[in-house]
């Protein structure tokens, strides 16, 4: 018996808590995807026995009711006839899912989105770093050559550049010119400026600003006008390096004034005066106000951090929040509790606190790179570990630890106890700057400091197994929430796609023609055939088919949206030198046949017999991986997800 569209629609809509509570709606292939303002309206269980929805689960803030291909089109259509809503794009309700979510949430998202796309750059810089610096160590001689040099320089500069490499990661999250951003970013570690590392060094400022100067000199914008004590317009002329909350709250201000402005801004002048009146409120507002608030927090550390680490509760308490300063980008200054340390009593103990707080993260980031199963994950989190053990955290915290959040709480609790260790049994160093694996080399204890290593670490670690669960991605269907008798849905653990046909896998940009190598269409491969036979590449259901015999739709695992595109342009052959083998609705099993095709004939109609195989939904995949290409059986694993 046929589907009631309209009767579906009705009895989705019915339990969803009324109008009100739908922000959006959008479909995919075989999804309708529900953006609800209170889920604790929607009637779950009722929606599951709504006759034509095979399943339901939810991700990534909406809701997603599996219908089917060919049918959920026709049950949205319905769906907004209803409801009285307009269409919207996956995008949209991607947008509209992301704005429900907490306010916390969305702040350390946007954190996380700034920070992953420039993790290579960290990783590589903060590996580099922790291996010269032991090496320097161990050899005393290294530290005079050129190659020490070179390699100090190279490892250095992704983060005496942070502020660069921040702000422009930042204006891409916030919509800003990423070219504001990189002048907002440069200003604040502009070399008129004091090093941000040496604020608190009375020599460094009297080298920089001139003898007899030992406090940093400000800029008075209007004078000597005051508002109590402040100094209206006072700007403290020293930069910014290594910090990381001022610079993103700076280009967040310039991406939300851009945008304004561009709205109001009359497009003749518009070229002129966005650029100049952006730069310059910007500029003010970083050095006058978001700036010197990081300045006091910076101080008010410093000041607590030497009275907290004399003790076993202080140091647990700096173990604890030890990364929230490295957040912050406030970690840098303990340099100055170090040396002082070191001149006055000539041992470090300070640097046990640091190590302690420092190898909980790489605990943590392990746990996570060992227990997630994405290959996406993995591949941040094993390097970012390695890089912490170091004593190089920034890759561990703002790419794994401090985005998943857990792990991050996990990370400090190993660092307390790892702390209190350290305090109690009195271990120090002979020089700073030097934590984790490298930190044997100024240790004054190395048993004792192994043993600190093995408690916060693994305190971290055991901490960040037990409450750190992967999240799925979009699209990842959780098999309990599915009818058993889908077999669309039967296989959802499966993540992996098989080859189609047999011959010679390439990329998808290698597939002669625009559209599909553009990727348009959806990632995957193309396949030169050897055979003229199309299989299964997955058990699923057909979900499409041309009339012209020369390509089909195929939905299986996953949720995955398969699109088999034989040659390129057959569809002008008008189905000569094809034969299909199913119809739109089939059940296949991997491995049965789909499409026969002439690969003689394609040829002498002068077309590529190229395959095309791709996932349209793609996108829905954090972790698709293209795992072979080269001379390929049919049947042979060529895709993951």
């Known amino acids: 018996m046929a589907l009631d569209y309209r009767k579906c629609a009705e009895e989705i809509f019915s339990n969803l808590g009324g109008r009100e509570n739908i922000v959006q709606a959008a479909h995919c292939a075989t999804r309708l995807r529900l953006v609800i303002a209170d889920n604790s309206k929607v009637n779950k269980k009722a929606l599951e026995n709504v006759d034509g ?7 990534n803030g909406q809701l997603q009711l599996i219908i089917g291909t060919g049918t ?67 050899i005393p001689g290294f530290q005079s050559s050129d190659w020490y040099g070179f390699l100090d320089m190279m490892a250095n500069t992704a983060f005496a550049f942070l502020p660069v490499i921040v702000a422009i990661s930042a204006a891409r999250v916030f919509g800003g010119n990423v ?53 209206v317009g006072s700007i403290s002329r020293h930069g910014y390096q290594g910090h990381v909350i001022p610079v993103i709250l700076s280009i967040w201000l310039m991406s939300k004034l851009e945008k304004w402005l561009h709205k109001h801004v009359p497009e003749m002048i518009d070229l002129f005066v966005v650029p100049l009146v952006t ?4 500029s003010l507002a970083t050095f006058v106000v978001i700036g010197p608030i990081f300045s006091l927090l910076e101080n008010g550390v410093l000041a607590g951090a030497e009275w907290l680490v004399q003790n076993p509760v202080g140091a647990m308490v700096m ?13 840098h200054m303990y340099n100055v509790i170090e040396a002082g340390m070191i001149s006055s009593v000539g041992l470090n103990t300070w640097m046990p606190i640091a190590s302690a707080a420092n190898f909980a993260q790489f605990g943590a980031c392990l746990a996570v790179g060992i227990k997630a199963r994405k ?27 401090f985005r998943f959040m857990k792990p991050f709480i996990a990370a400090m609790a190993g660092g307390a106890i790892g702390a209190i260790f350290g305090a109690v049994t009195k271990i120090g160093a002979t020089a700073y700057g030097v934590t984790g694996i490298p930190g044997y080399l100024t240790i004054n204890n190395p048993v004792m400091y192994t043993i600190l290593l093995a408690i916060s670490g693994g305190v971290a670690f055991v901490a960040t197994w037990f409450i750190w669960k992967e999240e799925p991605e979009e699209g990842d269907a959780p098999a309990e929430t599915v009818k058993e008798d889908k077999v669309v849905e039967e296989h959802i653990l499966e993540n992996e796609l098989f080859a ?33 036979l199309v299989v299964a590449p997955f058990d699923g259901e057909i979900s499409s088919v041309t009339d012209t015999k020369h390509a089909v739709g195929i939905t299986g695992p996953k949720g995955m949206e398969l699109l088999i595109h034989v040659g390129v342009d057959t569809v002008n052959m008008q189905g000569d030198g094809f034969e299909m083998f199913v119809s739109e609705g089939d059940k296949v099993k991997k491995g049965q046949r789909l499409i026969k095709f002439s690969i003689d004939k394609i040829k002498k109609a002068g077309y590529s017999t190229t395959t095309a195989v791709l996932l349209t939904n793609s996108d829905d995949y954090a972790d698709f991986k293209v795992v072979k290409t080269g001379k390929t059986n049919a049947g042979e694993k060529i895709i993951e997800v």
């Open 500 to 532: 189609p046909v047999k011959g010679n896998v390439i990329s998808r940009e290698q597939i002669p023609d625009d559209t599909f190598a553009s990727g348009v269409l959806g990632d995957g491969v193309g396949i030169e055939p050897e055979e003229g």
């Open 279 to 282: 730069v310059f409120v910007t």
């Open 319 to 331: 173990g604890a929040v030890y990364p929230l300063t490295v957040v912050m980008g406030l970690h």
């Open 375 to 401: 290959a996406k994950t993995k591949s941040v989190a094993v390097p970012s570990a390695l890089s912490a053990s170091l004593g190089i955290t920034e890759p561990a915290i703002f790419g794994v630890n």
């Open 53 to 59: 929805v095979k399943g339901m689960f939810e991700s």
């Open 179 to 231: 070219y504001l951003g990189a002048v907002i970013g440069l200003m604040m570690v502009h070399t008129g400026l004091l090093n941000g590392w040496d604020v608190g060094s009375k020599d460094a400022i009297e080298t920089f600003f001139g003898e007899g100067i030992r406090t940093i000199p400000t800029w008075n914008l209007f004078g000597n006008l005051k508002i109590g004590g402040y100094v």
């Open 72 to 138: 959920v089109n026709k049950v949205y259509d319905e769906f907004l006839a209803v409801t009285g809503m307009t269409a919207a794009t996956k995008d949209d309700v991607k947008a509209a899912a992301a704005s429900q979510a907490p306010m916390w949430r969305r702040a350390l998202k946007s954190v996380g989105d700034v920070f992953v796309p420039i993790l290579p750059a960290i990783v590589a810089s903060g590996l580099l770093m922790g291996l010269v610096e032991a090496l320097g160590k161990a």
